[in-house]
């Protein structure tokens, strides 16, 4: 059972280049999530997404953009990425309220 | 690698020596609460839960305490063992209206266990 798993691990970008992360779930779950680690910030929640179809704006969306045409699948798109998207990105399912996020190891995204 | 430890908190314990991680909330409704480890290199790994009827819930060697008076939330670990050295976070939620399970973190607790 591979859980949540997130591709690519590492990418490098220049400035203004545009990228899709990629993410897939195994678990049959409703919800899934794209948050952002930065050091000494925790993690923030860029988009969310609670069905196939839907998504909404978390925390911090500006200069992300998403997508879930599937159930399993959940997109992150960069459209012109900058320095200050540098960071580690996480994506994170789960079935319903009150249940446990699950989360992938990650995307390491630097951006020159 | 990831930085993921600049100004967070630090606790460093003796192996064997039981830990305690303690977490503020600031969200009065917020009545599920979740902690979470994380290795270098790794996503968050799910520990145990709790939601807002109970104050104390049990694992295996983890005991999580809520005190929902003064929104303080803590994490036991008992026999403390080198492969326990990690990020802890906590998390809390609101399910209340549209929450959809989001969470909202802490900024996390560096553990460091000694042989």
């Known amino acids: 059972n591979a859980g949540v798993t997130q591709t690519p691990k590492f990418r490098v970008l220049k400035t203004g280049q545009s990228m899709t992360l990629l993410c897939a779930q195994d678990m049959n779950h409703e919800y899934m999530y794209w948050y952002r680690q930065d050091p000494g910030m925790g993690l923030r929640l860029i988009h969310y997404s609670v069905g196939e179809g839907t998504t909404a704006k978390g925390e911090v969306p500006d200069g992300y953009n998403v997508s879930r045409l599937k159930k399993q699948n959940f997109l992150l798109g960069l459209e012109s990425a900058a320095p200050s998207q540098t960071s580690v990105y996480f994506c994170?399912?789960?079935?319903?309220?009150?249940?446990?996020?699950?989360f992938g190891d990650g995307t390491r995204l630097s951006i020159l | 690698g990831e930085s993921v430890g600049l100004h967070l908190p630090t606790l460093s314990v003796q192996e064997g020596d039981n830990s305690i991680i303690n977490c503020a909330y600031s969200n009065s409704a917020s009545d599920y609460f979740i902690w979470y480890k994380q290795e270098s290199g790794k996503g968050p790994q799910f520990i145990i839960d709790i939601r807002s009827n109970m104050d104390k819930r049990q694992g295996q060697r983890v005991t999580v305490l809520l005190n929902k008076t003064v929104k303080h939330l803590s994490l036991q670990i008992a026999a403390t063992q080198p492969g326990d050295s990690a990020v802890y976070f906590c998390?809390?939620?609101?399910?209340?209206?549209?929450?959809?399970?989001?969470?909202?973190f802490g900024q996390g607790t560096i553990l460091t266990v000694h042989p």
């Open positions: 994170a399912s789960s079935g319903r309220d009150q249940q446990p996020q699950h």
């Open positions: 998390a809390e939620n609101n399910a209340g209206g549209t929450s959809y399970g989001k969470l909202t």
